[in-house]
């Protein structure tokens, strides 16, 4: 008898590699939620409302720190920026600093469309982590931020032995 999509999940998430296989599903069927709902809704793929929401947390934030905020390769970052500007959610001002970068800021338009994104966000954490309790909820965040914030989620060790 064929196993059930639910016996395959178990048999990875109960492999050597379950760590990773737990988080990797989490974040992937997530992202596909939300992908769609935020592609369907407002038109904009999922990298550039998190940008949004970055250039609305940081005004004046230039598209290499948002790299380093939401880690994804610098012209995925440069695309939604511009996807952002063409829809005039987003403005670049040349930096006093340095007239050849930009530093962003959000619009009305943009903070109009980041409020309603950030709404359903919200609900849409609720509804992900609603299997925890509160107590548990908070330890997963503290453990989340821990790895987060290891020197070894960025960079490897291991995955450099070849170079």
Request: charged share 30%; proline share 4%; net charge positive.
């Given at each position: 008898m064929p196993m059930t999509v639910q016996?395959?999940?178990?048999?990875?998430?109960?492999?050597?590699l379950s760590h990773l296989m737990a988080v990797s599903y989490i974040?992937?069927?997530?992202?596909?939620?939300?992908?769609?709902?935020i592609e369907r809704e407002f038109g904009i793929p999922?990298?550039?409302?998190s940008s949004l929401f970055a250039v609305e947390t940081?005004?004046?934030?230039?598209?290499k720190e948002i790299r380093k905020i939401f880690p994804?390769?610098?012209?995925?970052?440069?695309?939604?920026?511009?996807?952002?500007e063409?829809?005039?959610?987003?403005?670049?001002?040349?930096s006093q600093e340095?007239?050849?970068?930009?530093?962003?800021?959000?619009?009305?338009?943009?903070?109009?469309?980041?409020?309603d994104i950030r709404q359903v966000s919200v609900d849409?954490?609720?509804?992900i982590f609603e299997p925890l309790s509160a107590k548990e909820l908070k330890t997963f965040t503290q453990l989340a931020l821990k790895i987060a914030n290891g020197p070894a989620l960025k960079d490897s060790k291991i995955m450099r032995r070849g170079d």
């Open positions: 016996e395959k999940l178990d048999t990875v998430f109960a492999s050597d974040v992937l069927c997530n992202n596909a939620v939300t992908d769609r709902y999922v990298h550039a409302w940081f005004p004046g934030i230039k598209a994804r390769p610098q012209n995925t970052i440069s695309r939604a920026i511009a996807l952002l063409a829809r005039g959610l987003v403005r670049q001002e040349a340095d007239g050849r970068e930009k530093k962003i800021f959000i619009t009305p338009e943009g903070q109009a469309v980041l409020k849409r954490q609720s509804e």
